[in-house]
Nanobody
Framework: VQLVESGGGLVQAGESLRLSCIAS????????MAWFRQSLEKERQLVAR????????SYADSVKGRFTISRDNDKNTVYLQMNALKPEDTAVYFC?????????????????????WGQGTQVTVSS
């Protein structure tokens, strides 16, 4: 199983980035997906999570109204659209997969519930 993130980079405050995470070798539609972030100053933080379908989506308060999580089950890909970026959004962003099966549609809050993780992509926002 592999999760591969892309789309990170260096931007100025107020600009946008779109992160992508492609999953391979797993039944993508059985998994809830999430984006976490971690910086040197903070512990790993849940940014956004999405169920097996888009029926259940949740965001951290710090990104509500600015970030949008989505998924394309045909492409085994989860996205994070990040708008109005702030310097405090600077972090390594990780995608993660939480097995839900066919009868449950709410991805977990806790990082230790996620079975698979990507390697991370750096997002740096300058002021």
């Amino acid at each position: 199983v592999q999760l591969v993130e892309s789309g990170g980079g260096l931007v100025q405050a107020g600009e946008s980035l779109r992160l992508s995470c492609i999953a391979s070798e797993l039944p993508f539609s059985d998994y809830g997906m999430a984006w976490f972030r971690q910086s040197l100053e903070k512990e790993r933080q849940l940014v956004a999570r999405i169920g097996r379908t888009a029926d259940y989506i949740s965001y951290a308060d710090s990104v509500k109204g600015r970030f949008t999580i989505s998924r394309d089950n045909d492409k085994n890909t989860v996205y994070l659209q990040m708008n109005a970026l702030k310097p405090e959004d600077t972090a390594v962003y990780f995608c993660a997969a939480d097995y839900l099966g066919s009868n449950f549609n709410i991805a977990a809050r806790a990082a230790n519930a996620y079975e698979y993780w990507g390697q991370g992509t750096q997002v740096t926002v300058s002021s």
